[in-house]
């Protein structure tokens, strides 16, 4: 299990554990990412600017402390 | 009265279904969140009129942010009143994500019809959708449509009146499972190869190739601006105002006897026996030159290049790679939407702060937008006036803006409390632009230009006169003469410039040309003028966004770092 910010660009992972209050669950599950989704990471930005990520066809940006409490199994 | 309420996730394309059923134009662009007040339409429906209502996008009817919670009190109502009903516009290519709004809707008191929107894309993305059995599932009927080209919009129109109540049930816990079944039940996703597009989204977004690319994205974009801004001045509009406008005004000022009251205030003062555009300042010369010869060229190259990037999707990504220099100032990459707009006019660009979320990004975004971006009618004014000291001019003028722009930011986000939140948004995928769209949009913002800045421009010309005949500049030129003139270096005319910058700052600078100033002295008014105080429509739309109390805050901090920054250019300089 590793976070989003450990993965590696172009892995895949499931999604299967989010830390955080139940606000960031919220918003993230309305991009439709939640546990037992399949996340690409897109992209990173350089010192730890936001990470980039695809469930789908949605594509989303989140800082870096969010991507830190969304955890992965990697495929 | 019918009313229909429009409403979907962020960037499905619910204002171009409004625009498509009223008629009525509204701006669109590619990228979530460029509706950010609702707006009211009309249709014909069944020889009755019925009211069309643009919501703000929703990814929730459990709202996470203050434009969600808009979204949902506006349901809220709706659900109350009679024949209202929901058209849930639906992005086909994000079906699984968009139908978590869609099962959302179908529990509340109200009938909904779906409109499976970027219909088209589904196509070239490899997705099929079976929209009967989709319509069967949901119980609602389902209509595929292209907004943008109105493809399947008469058929929304026809089944409006088949809306009706959802009648499918499920527990809220279960509700994504439920999504899932309908997903596995009515879409395919077939292989695809990866297009151009997607290669170019990608290396947008990866600093290493999107670093590169934003550099080259954005010097492009200026240089077409200049580019096409003085070529429309000096092979369009200067020749026509010099062949055609001149001789009927100089017509005009030997029928009027060459001076007087009425000539003064049409014509202006002849400078060497002759009109000049530039430094007359009659309502008829330089009240008509400055909007349409000096800026109107600057505002519709300024809109071209805006609108393409708005429409493809770049926004968005350049939010991503500035997202960190964006923190240093206290926001975040989003508010680089506001900034960009705000170089075109600061009235959308206050507006747009709303994509931030937080009071204290709203109030530093606003502030340091108003401060430290000047307007395209601003800066045509500007690059008119120093263009003949070339680059170190222009250089000094925005470079020290820039600084300030950065600089106070910096100060906010250590000063103010609290902190401001990380960047969350969704990026939508580069498209190709539909021409006629972008001239449509191209064709609003110039129109919405001439009607809002063509009245007051004549305004403050006239009250220029006025207030030099009553006498009133050269009062306000001894009062303010310890500031004007010993802090900024500047000569006691300029405070005229000061005092019609509250109305207008094309008109402002304009008024600067006249007054014989050094490079220094343009380079401090120019910079004064542009940070000092908003022009009263942006002043107004700040009040409304910010609050008196806050309003009144952001204008201290205007008003002290216009002071400071003037004086130490002055002193350095």
Redesign the interface.
């Given at each position: 299990m590793t976070d989003l910010t450990q993965m590696r660009?172009g892995e895949r992972g499931k999604v299967v554990k989010i830390e955080g209050g139940f606000?960031l669950l919220?918003?993230l599950?309305?991009?439709?990412i939640?546990k037992g989704v399949e996340v690409t990471k897109?992209?990173?930005?350089?010192?730890?600017?936001?990470i980039?990520l695809k469930a789908?066809?949605?594509?989303?940006?989140?800082?870096?402390?969010?991507a830190r409490r969304v955890f992965v199994e990697l495929e | 009265m019918k009313r229909i309420l429009l409403m979907g996730n962020p960037n499905v394309g619910k204002s171009v279904v409004f625009t498509r059923l009223t008629g009525v134009n509204v701006i669109t662009s590619n990228y979530p969140g460029t509706t950010v007040e609702f707006r009211k339409g009309y249709m014909r429906l069944e020889d009755e009129r019925a009211e069309v209502i643009d919501v703000p996008g929703t990814y929730t009817l459990e709202p996470t942010s203050r434009a969600e919670e808009v979204a949902v009190e506006m349901l809220e109502n709706a659900c109350k009143e009679e024949g209202t009903l929901v058209i849930n516009i639906v992005d086909a290519t994000n079906l699984e994500r968009n139908l978590n709004l869609t099962l959302q809707l179908l529990k509340r008191d109200i009938p909904v019809i779906v409109a499976l929107n970027l219909w088209d894309e589904t196509r070239h993305t490899g997705i099929s959708i079976n929209v009967e059995k989709l319509q069967g599932m949901l119980g609602v009927p389902v209509v595929p449509t292209v907004a943008v080209t109105g493809e399947g919009i008469k058929r929304l129109v026809d089944r409006l009146r088949e809306a009706r109540k959802g009648r499918y049930e499920y527990e809220d816990n279960e509700r994504w499972h439920k999504v899932g079944k309908v997903i596995e039940e009515t879409q395919r996703v077939g292989h695809r190869h990866h297009t151009f597009l997607e290669r170019l989204a990608e290396a947008s977004i990866t600093p290493f190739t999107g670093i590169p690319i934003a550099l080259i994205v954005i010097s492009t974009t200026f240089k077409i601006i200049r580019f096409i801004g003085e070529g429309l001045i000096g092979y369009v509009f200067e020749p026509l105002f010099d062949k055609l406008w001149m001789p009927v005004m100089a017509k005009l000022s030997l029928v009027l006897g060459g001076g007087g009251f009425i000539h003064d205030i049409l014509i202006g003062q002849l400078i060497d026996g002759e009109i000049d555009f530039g430094q007359s300042f009659g309502i008829l010369t330089t009240g008509i030159f400055i909007p349409i010869g000096a800026v109107l060229p600057y505002i519709f190259a300024f809109y071209l290049v805006l609108n393409f990037l708005e429409d493809s999707g770049y926004l968005p990504r350049l939010a991503i790679l500035v997202d960190k220099i964006m923190h240093q100032l206290g926001l975040h990459g989003m508010a680089i939407i506001p900034m960009m707009l705000g170089l075109g006019c600061n009235v959308p660009g206050a507006l747009a702060t709303r994509v931030l979320e937080t009071r204290r990004e709203r109030f530093i975004g606003a502030t340091l937008m108003a401060i430290a971006i000047p307007c395209m009618a601003q800066i045509a004014m500007i690059v008119g006036l120093i263009g003949e000291y070339g680059a170190k001019g222009m250089g000094l003028v925005f470079g020290t803006l820039f600084i300030v722009w950065f600089v106070l930011g910096v100060l906010m986000n250590l000063l103010l409390k609290g902190e401001s939140p990380e960047i969350f948004v969704e990026i939508p995928p580069y498209r190709i632009p539909y021409f006629g769209a972008l001239t449509k949009k191209l064709w609003m913002r110039i129109k919405g230009f001439l009607k809002e800045a063509l009245p007051f421009v004549l305004l403050g010309v006239f009250i220029v006169n006025i207030l030099y005949s009553l006498k009133v500049i050269d009062f306000l030129g001894k009062v303010t003469a310890p500031v004007i003139t010993r802090v900024l270096g500047l000569p006691i005319e300029a405070v005229a410039a000061l005092v019609i910058g509250f109305l207008r700052k094309d008109v402002a600078v304009g008024m600067l040309a006249p007054l014989g100033l050094s490079l220094k002295q343009i380079v401090v008014s120019c910079v004064v003028l542009a940070m000092y105080f908003p022009c009263v429509a942006t002043f107004a739309v700040l009040v409304k966004e910010l609050g008196v109390k806050d309003m009144l805050k952001s204008a201290i901090i205007m008003i002290l770092s216009a002071l400071l920054v003037g004086g130490l250019l002055n002193l350095i300089l």
């Open positions: 660009r606000g919220r918003r599950e309305a991009l439709g939640r897109a992209s990173a930005q350089i010192m730890r600017g936001p980039t789908g066809n949605t594509e989303v940006a989140i800082g870096y402390g969010m | -």
